[in-house]
């Protein structure tokens, strides 16, 4: 079967298909999948729990062996999450509370079940931005 995404891509989608499944048996509720603010931020998943906005930012490795994939969750991702958590919020309008959260999957479609991690709190907002309200 000919492939329709580059493989990256794809195991990206897998990955964040696995982390809504992962997030909804723990009782979290999906907003939205994939909301794309501007063409260059994008949240991989909003959800609520607990009276709390959460966005959530899925990281997916076939393996390990290069580190764990937190570690793609560096001080420039953390800025473009944060901007784009702020123009979320500025559509939202109203004051809310809200995280940022990290969920590693590790594995591939074809291997089985993955190893997930969620990271609760893995970051705050970055200090550049003003919340709007």
Not at 27 to 43: C, H, K, N, Q
Not at 88 to 103: E, G, I, N, S
Request: hydrophobic content about 45%; glycine content about 6%.
């Amino acid at each position: 079967m000919k492939r329709l995404w580059p493989f990256h891509l794809a195991a990206g989608l897998w990955g964040e298909r696995q982390a809504e499944v992962f997030l909804k048996r723990k009782g979290y509720e999906i907003l939205s999948r994939r909301f794309r603010v501007t063409a260059r931020d994008e949240l991989d998943l909003v959800a609520r729990h607990g009276g709390h906005l959460i966005f959530v930012e899925v990281k997916t490795r076939q393996s390990e062996s290069f580190g764990r994939p937190i570690a793609a969750v560096d001080r420039r991702k953390r800025h473009v999450l944060s901007r784009a958590a702020v123009r979320y919020l500025q559509k939202v309008k109203q004051p809310v509370t809200f995280r940022f959260d990290v969920v590693e999957v590790v594995g591939a479609e074809d291997h089985g079940v993955p190893l997930i991690r969620h990271i609760e709190n893995a970051f705050t907002l970055d200090s550049c931005y003003v919340l709007p309200w």
